[in-house]
């Protein structure tokens, strides 16, 4: 079973930053377009960014501006840097791997932003 193993979610004030990680088996990074999705309580699942293998990056408008996707291949980990967070940021982030028709889940990170 393929393990995306996330890190970095936490309490954090409003207007602060949190960067997540995401670690993915080799073969599985390298071929994959790497993202992260959100969920907060009650709510539907919600597309927040993604970096694909030829450079393109995508954001989903609600973060656009204030948070930042970037991968490492060397270390086969995509990050999530979250800056200017709102309370309406908190979540549970969860990281997500595309390949073909392949689709892999981290078990998710909580986020929460609360003064």
């Known amino acids: 079973q393929v393990q995306l193993v996330e890190s970095g979610g936490g309490l954090v004030q409003p207007g602060g930053s949190l960067r997540l990680s995401c670690a993915a088996p080799?073969?599985?990074?390298?071929?994959?377009?790497m993202g992260w999705y959100r969920q907060a309580p009650g709510e539907q699942r919600e597309f927040v960014a993604r970096?694909?293998?030829?450079?393109?990056?995508w954001y989903g408008d609600s973060v656009k501006g204030r948070f930042t996707i970037s991968r490492d291949n060397a270390k086969n980990t995509v990050y999530l840097q979250m800056n200017v967070l709102k309370p309406e940021d908190t979540a549970v982030y969860y990281c997500?791997?595309?390949?073909?028709?392949?689709?892999?889940w981290g078990q998710g990170t909580q986020v929460t932003v609360a003064s």
């Open positions: 997500n791997a595309k390949r073909g028709g392949e689709i892999y």
């Open positions: 970096s694909f293998t030829g450079g393109s990056i």
């Open positions: 080799a073969n599985i990074f390298s071929d994959s377009a």
